[in-house]
Each structure stands twice: as C-alpha cells, then as structure tokens.
DNA sequence: GCATAAACGAGACGGTACGTCAGGTCTTGAA
DNA sequence: TTCAAGACCTGACGTACCGTCTCGTTTATGC
C-alpha cells in the first residue's frame, strides 16, 4: 500500500498507468503464500504467479521479500478497535484478544516475527514497520487511558513527558506480553490468562499512579 | 552442541573421530557471521570457511542453518544469573538488565527472532528453542520468587497449579516486555525504564497475591 | 526503408502520417548502436531512445531486430560503384577494394554477419537480405564483364544460361575472398592481397574462357 | 574441449574431479539444439536441461554461449581430409565438397556464422575461433599443394614468404567462396559449381606461378 | 472548423532468459 | 571413518529486453 501511494504522490502523468488491481492481489497472493508456506519458503516469483502478474511489476513496486511481507501484513492490523465495554479492565480484555487473534493468525506469526529480524540489521525496514505496523497500535493505549481517565479509573496525568514515557511502558507490556505468549511461549491466550494478565498490570498502574 | 552430543550417544566406535574444536570453531564463526551479516545473509559456506572447516563437517553435526544458529545463540543466555541484592526489586532489577545486555547483543537480535520466526513453522525447531533457550530462563522466575517468598515478600502460593501458572504470567510479562522494548520498539532498556516496569510488575503481583 | 515504403503502398489515407524523420532517426540510430555496441548487445529500446522515439513506434515499422539491421545496414551497399578505370584488371581491384572498405565498417562486420547467421533459419529474412543486399551487388559483376567484353578482354558468353552461372561463380569467387579476408582471416585486404587476389582470378577467368 | 583442456592444465588436484561425461554431453546438446532452435533461440538453460546437467556446470566451464558454440561447433571440422586422389584438381574437389558438407550442416551454418559475427568485437573470441576453427584447415592447403609440387603440378615456391602469403590466399579463395556459395548466396555446391570452380582457381593459381 | 482517425511519447504489462548465489549432497585423496 | 576440497543438482534471485498494451496528446485530412 504505502509502495503504491508513495508512487502515486510524485507519480509521472504520462505513460500506462499502475494497475490499482495489481496492488491488491499481489498482497492478497502474499498472505495466502505466507499461510501456506510459511516466510522463509514464500518467493516472490511464486507469489507473483499466484497473483497473476509478472515478477517485474512485483519488482517495480516493492524492493524485496521484506517490504512486500511488511504492507501486506500491515493491514491486518488495521482492523483492531477499542469498544468501549464500560471499565479499564474490559477494554484491556478485550484489546489484548483482539490483539492475540491478529498474532495468532498464520500469516502474522510467520511474517511479522521474521520481517522484525531482518529489521534489526535493516534501519529502513524497521522505520516502515514502526510506521506500518507498530506505532499505529498505540493509539488504543492513548485512546483506553482517555477513556479511563474521564471514566475516573485511572488520574489524569501530570505533565506531557510522563505521559508519553508512561504509554510506551504500558504498551511495552501488552504487546510484549502477548507476543511473548502468542509466539515465543507459543501457549494459547486464553481468558484465565487474559483475566490474570489484566489483573496484575492494573493493579500495577493503579498502585504506580497513586503511589509516591 | 546438542547436535553433536546426540551424535556421540549412538556414535560409532570405529574410524577417525570427530574433531571437538570443529564444534567450538563452527559455534564460534556462527556467531561471528552473525554480527557481520545478519541472519539472512549468513550462509553455511561461509560459516564453514571461517571455521577452517568443509561444508560437509558443518552437516555432519547441524541439519541446517536453523539448528546451528540455534545452538549458537542457545550459550549466550547461560550466562545469565539471579545474584542476591537483597531485595525483590533490585533482583528483578538486575535480571531485567542482563536478559536485555543479551538481547542487545547484535548475534542475538538478528539470530534469535530468525529462528523464532522460523519455528512459527516447525515444530521441532520450537522444541528445540524452547529447550535450549526459552525454559532455561523461567528458572530465574522461580529462584527469584522462592527468594522473595523465604524473604517474606511474597506470600507462598496456595498450590502447585496456580505456582505454575503465575510463573508462566510473569516469564511472559518480564521477557515479553523486555523482548518488546529492545527488538521491536527498539528503545533502550535505560534506568528509567527498568525502574518504572519494576515498579508496575511488583505492585501488580503484590496486589493480585493478596486481592481476592 | 522497405518497410516504410510497403506501409505507404495500402496505407490509409485519413490519420496522422508517419513521421519521415522518424524513420530515417531510427535507422542512423541503429547504425550508430551497432558500432558502439554490436549486434547482440544492441536493444530496440536503447536504438528508440537514440533516435528520440517510442519504442512503438518502431514496432509499428519493423517486425524485429533482424529486419531493422538488415534495412539499416542495406544503406551502406548502394554507395558501392563501379568507375571505369581502363583494364578490368583495374576494375576488379577497384571494386574489391570498395567492397571490403564497406564491410570494414564497424556497422557491417558486426550487423551483416549476424543477420546472415539468423537468415539461416528465416526464409523469410534470407529473401530480404538476398533483395536488399546481397542482390544488388552482382550489377557490378554484370557491368564489369560487359565492360571487359567491350574491349576485348573477355570473350562473349556462348549462351544466356552460361553467362548466369558464370556470373554467379564470379561473384561467390570475389565477393567470399573478400568476405572471408576481412571479417573470417580478420585481415586486412591491402593493396598487395588485393593484387595477388585479381591476378589469380583474372588468370583463372581468361584461361576458363579460352579452354576447353 | 578447449575449456576443459585448460582448466586441467593447472587445475587442483584436490576436491571432487570434474566430470568428464558431462563437457561431452554439453558439446553433444549444443549441438543437437544448434540444429533445433538455431543460434538465437538456444537458451543455456536448455543446453543444461538436455545435457542433465545443472546451469552451474556449465558455466563452470564456459563463460557463456558464444564460447559454449565455438567449442561445440569446432568439433565438426576435425573431420575433414584430405585423402590423394592423384590430381591436384580431384584433391581441391574434395576438399571444397567436405567443406561444404560441413558448412551445410544446420549446426554449423547457424552457430558458425553467429560466433563469427559476434567475434568481430571480441578479440578474445576471435582468437579462439582462429585456433580452434580457422587455423586448422589451413593444413589442408599446405599439404594440398606440398604434395602438388611432389607431383609436379605446381612449382616449388620461391621463398618462405611468398608461400605463407600465397597459402593464405588460397585459403581466402577457397574457403571464402565455399562460404559465400553455402551460407550467403545459399545455393547448393554441386558437382558443376565444383568443378567450374577448381578450374579456375587452378587456371588463375597455374598462370600466376608461371607468368611474371 | 471540427470531427475522425491514425501516429506519437511514455511507460506499465506478462513473459523468457540471463548469470549468480546458496542449500545440501556426493566424490575424490589424504589423514 | 573423518576431514578438506570442490564439483554437483536444485531452485530462487533480481535484472534486462522482449513485444504488447494502455494512456493522454498531437496532427493531418475530409465532411
């Protein structure tokens, strides 16, 4: 996606225009290679079979393996929501399952965890994924917090650099959590665990917010 | 080394025997090319060529990159101890600090998260991880509570299940957050940092275990 | 060339004309290609750029590769003339001397051969080099002999059929030494070759004509 | 052939020996697709397919196609003789209707005269034409006419000079008209073209020795 | 003078082959 | 039997051209 659209903004006017098709069923071929094959065993000239299209306009619009596996698992992500369910305790619930499902999916588990190794030799790889990917998932804990907070859950925050530092730790510890439930335990996230999980890190803030 | 010692236990009696600094020569340029290369450019001819070594001796031992850099990695977490500080806190301190001294190692980001995305996928390579790697860590989880309990921090647990599953909570929650924070938000786990998690982590746990 | 003209034989009358000048910038271009790059590295796309065109608008004058050289390379031979110097001794060192400047050219040692090789399995392509090319030199055979019978220095032909294979055999005997010289022996045709060549020929002629 | 030779000369004498089998059946499936496909439309992934070898293989040993043909195409004139046959002119005969049995071959009119045309821009590649093709039937006239002047049918040569001189000339007559009769003018070498042909060389060869 | 219709530039498209590289196996001779 | 060396087969890589196809634009003609 952000392949496509970079190429639109700056894009030439003249010439054969980019299928808009092309875009949608080369991602869709790669989640469906990702599910059945798996990362390390997903080639670009299968996925652009699978596609219908040739490796070259693969190639025109993704620079390799890693950028094209980043858009198409970016967009599973989009789909999480915060419902608000009436207290802090639910909304974490229900995030953190939300959450578990995307991870658990095929597609996610052997896609994502790989791109986030390449990413660590690869600066540009992983500024796209926090910008795909990561950053965008943390506006459920600014927007839970939010809610809380008007809710009277939780105590507005003192000053802007607490706040901030505080929703990276909080994020930190959901998604660290449940990635390290989801793929590296590789144990369900079930609701007694959820229920615990959810427990303990409430406890927590409530005790960090009104302690000294 | 798993490899090989499995090997030796219905290995032959008979013809030259196989080299042990062959083993040491191999782990050790494992780790080197991962450093230089990253996961995805390591390639086992060339791990051969650091060891001093032939590609068929490489595969005589390993069944493939996976294994090997498995076990390459596998060491670099038994360094990792629990030194008595007195407190709870200062210990999950002190374990927060080392476990993320060995993420950060660029042999570890890049190889662990590889094969942990790899084993997405394999099923004998997650047995594998998670012996050699994963559930070697969660006795620090135990030593650490058993201390604390003799200490009279934390109360003992009522029985052997709700022990397991509250070990499991808090091994997914400490290196969950910790594996968050240094390869996928790819912040550093600073004082600061360390200090609020703590703060969280503890009032949780203290909380839960006297809540109802 | 060629194909230009076709087109224009049954072409429309109504639309926007071929661009004359595009034809005649795609066949420089090409020439200018095959001297900086040879036949087998010279593109249809890079010959489009060179001659300030889309590449369809080539396609839309010739079929391919083949046929592009063979028109562009043509050019080359009509500038082959055949001055009368006196004797025919004169005439044949003259002509050779033309012949083999022309297919010392970059362009025709590279383009020529290469055209030839693909017109051994082109019926199609052999017909139109034999027409454009290769046809139009036996005029000089024709005229030269008809000069020599002029003044006496070659006896009339008995019959029309003898006269054809004897042309014929005059030109493969002139036209293959030259050939074979310049671009097989990849020597060149200097004034002494050209001298020792004539007179075996000449000899071999008279004494043909003569004999029994 | 050649590739091969080279690459034992000071090859290594250690690891896995190459394998001798497959240059033969490499030779042996560029030429059957020389036949097939043409120059142009062998691919050398093909030529590995039909050889059962791997691309690899090949280009262990030749740099690339115009190598691969020249060596293949080298092979078919190792067959050429030149048997007495008590006259000067009975031997030329024969030896113009070998090699035109050899020219007409598809193998060799398509792969022939593509190599010759791509060497007219690779020294290199000229240079191997000339040792494994060119220069080899040179020997045919040097005994040719050794074996004339035993006979008496030509007089010996003056000096060294004058006979290399002299040899490369009929070389360029004979093979250069063989050559333009088969692949140019693509007219067959029959007996009458044979024998108008010999005798005028012969004429022109005879009164150039003996006149001025 | 305005519609028609073809040619034009640009460049994306589905393909095929390229020459290279890594994975993992096999074959040699020496240890 | 292991070892170093290196050839081998397989299969994917990313690139280059091919010849075709859309686009939007230009330019003659003929109604």
């Keep these: 996606m952000v392949a496509a659209m970079q190429s639109r903004i700056s894009g030439p006017r003249t010439?054969?225009?980019?299928?808009?098709?092309?875009d949608a069923a080369i991602l869709a071929a790669t989640r469906a290679a990702l599910v059945e094959l798996g990362w390390s065993k997903l080639t670009l000239g299968d996925v652009a079979t699978r596609a219908g299209v040739a490796k070259t306009t693969l190639y025109r619009r993704?620079?390799?393996?890693?950028?094209?596996?980043?858009?198409?698992?970016?967009a599973l992500f989009d789909e999480l929501e915060l419902p608000d369910r009436g207290t802090l305790a639910a909304d974490i619930e229900g995030v953190v399952i939300q959450f578990a499902?995307?991870?658990?999916?095929?597609?996610?588990?052997s896609g994502l965890m790989a791109v986030l190794a390449e990413s660590t030799r690869d600066d540009a790889l992983r500024e796209r994924i926090?910008?795909?990917?990561?950053?965008?998932q943390k506006r459920l804990v600014l927007e839970g917090r939010a809610r809380a907070q008007v809710r009277g859950e939780l105590p507005p925050e003192a000053d802007a650099s607490d706040a901030a530092r505080s929703a990276d730790l909080?994020?930190?510890?959901?998604?660290?959590?449940?990635?390290?439930?989801?793929?590296?335990?590789?144990?369900?996230?079930?609701?007694?665990w959820v229920r615990?999980?959810?427990?303990?890190?409430?406890?927590?803030?409530?005790?960090?917010?009104?302690?000294?």
Tied chains: 1, 2, 3, 4.
């Design 130 to 136: 926090r910008t795909s990917v990561v950053d965008r």
């Design 101 to 109: 499902a995307v991870l658990a999916r095929p597609e996610t588990r």
């Design 15 to 22: 010439g054969r225009p980019r299928s808009a098709e092309a």
């Design 170 to 192: 909080i994020f930190d510890m959901v998604a660290g959590a449940v990635v390290h439930r989801t793929l590296i335990s590789a144990e369900p996230v079930d609701p007694p």
């Design 62 to 74: 993704w620079a390799g393996k890693n950028e094209l596996v980043v858009d198409a698992v970016a």
């Design 196 to 212: 615990d999980f959810t427990r303990v890190l409430l406890l927590g803030l409530a005790g960090a917010a009104t302690g000294p």
